[in-house]
């Protein structure tokens, strides 16, 4: 009789058990629109990649220039691109390699020779100067490849069956097993980036010089730039700087739209000071991108900030004053006064206005002038060092106890804070360090040759370019623990020789004197992949070279720079011999008597 | 087995008839569990949906922001064939699941490029085939550019879990691509099982205390009914002293002191009837004894008298022989009265012993001979050649005959009175058939009657005292027999006595029949000796009829 009853708890449970679980598989359910699709109308790829195969049609030197700027753009389809313009047989023999292991021989193409042979193809044989190995990272690395030739084949591509056309240009037979990239293709196919990492001590960001195909769009430039700086500095520039924290990964993209950037990084240490200096490095390293950045560390976000606020109050160099220009005069230095730009007065007691060879004022960040000297020493042939630090006008004078047979012109290492002054000065073929007092400390070099002949500092004072045994080097500085190490100096190719002398016109830019046919002022970037000539009919031998370095604080004058040649002072923009009319503060010479001329000129800052 | 079933069902039905207490327990746990049941599901299915709801909004709101972030990443890509493409789709993946493969959370993110198969490969984190979870047409939907949902059950990682699968498509620069999360709902889903579990059980709790109830209170009600109803079955059965056990002042203590009441009440008057009728009955004995003494001395003077009758003149003769006359019948109904109450005090003994009933009828015929002659009716007898023994006390036998033979003969109207004698195994059966005026419908049972008379304004001149069919029906009853009556007006009347073949034994059929072959049956009958013809009649009845004539003495059976 308990059936019924039964029957419906039974019907209960089944109700229960079968009507409201989980099921196992509903029906779709839509909730809605997803995003829209943006569409591609922001991408124009084309625009920016190199020359396809047969861009050039039949003739020969426009498609060796395609095939040496075919390896441009990313670098995952380099090989790709390069093999477009191998034949088809031949494109086992380039080997490919993946990823961070693409790197790109940078050359400068100095001559082609074109051969035809009797079987319809021709013989190329060009003559090249290793300029260096782009890397995947964007870095142009010292060359590897010591090659100054290479030979291939071309043959027409009609030859393969098709039609005799003219536009179907050539196949490369035979290629060099290296992706080759001309000077000019990587003008043309690259934007230069400038990215800053913090010096060892973590007072002042020293500039890193990158390539960013241009193939690459602009969106992607935040990431490509955060995945530079999570990469590290440049191997020449590691002694000095300090790159990301290790194990820092960038967590996916970096992404931005509408002026706002999002940066999001795996990265170890988190006191706010790093941090903020981090982000400092960022607004700095994305160049004039405004907007507002974002970061994110561990997915934790700090707070938004303007790039462009926060770039404002972190000058990347302290003294944004114009420069003075100063020139020696009669074994003093005097003012030099040109129409547009301001002129002071020289920072020096009379006194100690006596003797100068040749001399470097700075200011240093306490209105302190920091003046170094050549002065001529107890005979004629030998000099001393100089040196006297105070706010203006400086009267005491310490001079270095020995005295040498030759002496640059000494330069200031220029910091951040308020710490003692320290220069660099090359004497007697070797680099000496100096202080305040003008003690003088020999600085080892890791050069083939201790032929040092001239020194310069960068506006950063992280980093100089020396010039030894007639070439050109660079080297960043140490300056921890009170003394100064030079990094191993990494020579840049340039096609000048003989050099003589250095100072640096830009961030990334040095202007060197040296001989190409004759003699000639270049600006070369700090890897020596870009070469302008400056002027190339010097005529003599230009012994004094300085420059006032532009950077992204004081944009004015622009490429000014001043050298001595032959006892005589030039300067540019306009570029005019400088007169001695043109120095203050000067008696006037008796008639009949020549007129000393200005020497040794150069800018205070 | 299936008779095995229908017993079952047959003492489970009789079960229901006979208890009220598994009626009124099994309707109340069949309603409770379908009002529980009905409010436990509503219950389970909120908190079901509510879970799933939850786990809904949280997912969409993971999957839309995740998507974002998707499109940003993927918007730096112009082409889906760029290498870094790849790169970044991983990383996504590996993101929006957390950033750590090891999780233990169990969701699972994908990427997939439905539009792009050869450029971009699907992703999933933690690394997971995902395509049998993701059903076409949640494909389908995705791809069309909504955000959608589905759950499935599959298995990703060890057991079969169910998922939401959350999709929503990723807008890109190059297209579209899709993301999805498949989030296992094994929290929800033990969650809502606990709920269920606990429903059910405070459910079947509920139900169960409910029936228990239900028995309680049917039973406290019930109760006192059965024992009213087993006293009331005592008290019918004769035991007039049984009570009720009063508890307490309630409807079921009322009830059982009503009954007591009732009880007593009945038992007092059944009392006081039950002295009546024994003073009644003591009074009829003690009367008719009281007369039998001064009858026997009126008796004498008027033998003596009667005797001398000659010597009187004729007047006073005849107030003699009319005294004579009226004494004898006195004599006879003061023997009858005596009898008459010696059944009524149970006194009557039977005196069986094996006896012939055939001398038996004879004696009686002859007894009545003279009578029969005198109103002439010829009596004729249908008795077996041999002797029919049966174990029967003679006298009354005789009595009940010489009463039944006696009525014939004088309601004989001239025509032959017929004694049948019938016997079988295990009885016998005398009837006696007279073709008077008959009985009338009904009559069959009164002519049994004390004083019964078929005509009041008829005198009372032939025999009879009015009491001789009553002490015969008594007699027969005290043989365990039966004596029953039969006639129709015009066709006279016949009565039959049927008597055990051995005393004590138990009658169940008689030898006779008790009407008679010739006797018209109602509405006609058939003709005699005819068939019937048994057919369809008028408006749907069954006709029963004489089958038409001519076509010989055969019986037809049609269809």
Redesign the interface.
Known sequence: ?????LL??L???V???A?????????????????????????D?RRSEPPTRTAGGSDKEAFLRNFLSAAAG?P??AYERVKAFVAPEDKPRLQDKKGSEVALNVVRLREAVYTLNSDSTTTVKITVQQIGVLRANGTLAPPVATETEYEFGLRGAALDGGTNDERAGFYILDPPNVLLLSDVALKQYYQEETIYFWSSDRSRLVPDQRYRPVAV?N??RV?EVVKWLVGGPSDWLRPGVVGLPDRTEL???A???NNRW?VNLDMSGDDQNSIDQLITQLAWSLGDLTGELELKIRNNSQPVQDLNERRNPQQLYPNAQSPQRFGVYDGAIHPLDFDGEPSGTVPLAPEANRNIISADLALARDQRVLAAMVVNGSSNGRYRLAVGTAVAPVSVISRSGTEYSSMSRPVWLRTADARAGRGLVVADGQLYRFDEAARMYPVPLNLPTSDVTAVAAALDGQRVALIAGGKLYVAVVNLDGGGVSIGPPRQLATSLTGLTAVDWGREDRLVVAGSARQQAIYEISVDGAVETPLRTDVGAKVNHLTAYPTNRVVRVPSGAYMYEANGVAYRSSPFERIEPDRVRDIAPVPAGVRPSNPSAPFFLY | MSGRVARVVARVHQTWRRSLQVRVVTITLVASSLLVGGFAFLIADKITTILLDSARSDVRQRVTSGASYAAKQVSLYGQPQEAQLQETIDGTVNYLAGGDPQQTSGVVVAITADDYPTEIQTRTAPSANVQLLISPELRAAVADGKVASQIRTGRLTGKSTKYLVYGSPVPTSFGQIELYYLVPLTRQDVTAADARATVVATGVALVILLGLLAALVTRLVVNPVRVAARTAQRLSAGLLDQRMVVNGEDDLALLAASFNQMATNLQRQILRLEEMSRLQRRFTSDVSHELRTPLTTVRMAADLIFAERDEFDPAVARSAELLQAELDRFEELLTDLLEISRFDAGFAMLDSEPTDLVPVVHRVVDRLAGLAERVGVPIELDLPGAPVIAEVDPRRVERVLRNLVGNAVEHGEARPVLITLGVDETAVAITVRDRGVGLKAGEEKLVFNRFWRADPSRARQTGGTGLGLSISLEDARLHGGWLEAWGAPGQGAQFRLTLPARAGDRLTTSPLRLVPADAALPFGGPRDGGPLAIGPGTGGALAIGPAPTGDGQRAEVRS
């Open positions: 009789m308990r059936r019924p009853s419906g708890a019907g209960v449970m109700l229960l058990g009507g409201c679980g989980i099921p196992a598989v509903s029906d779709v359910r839509v909730d809605g629109k997803g995003g829209a699709v943006t569409g591609a109308g922001g991408f790829v990313e995952d389809r769009p969106e992607r990431n967590i996916n993209n992404t931005g739209a999002e």
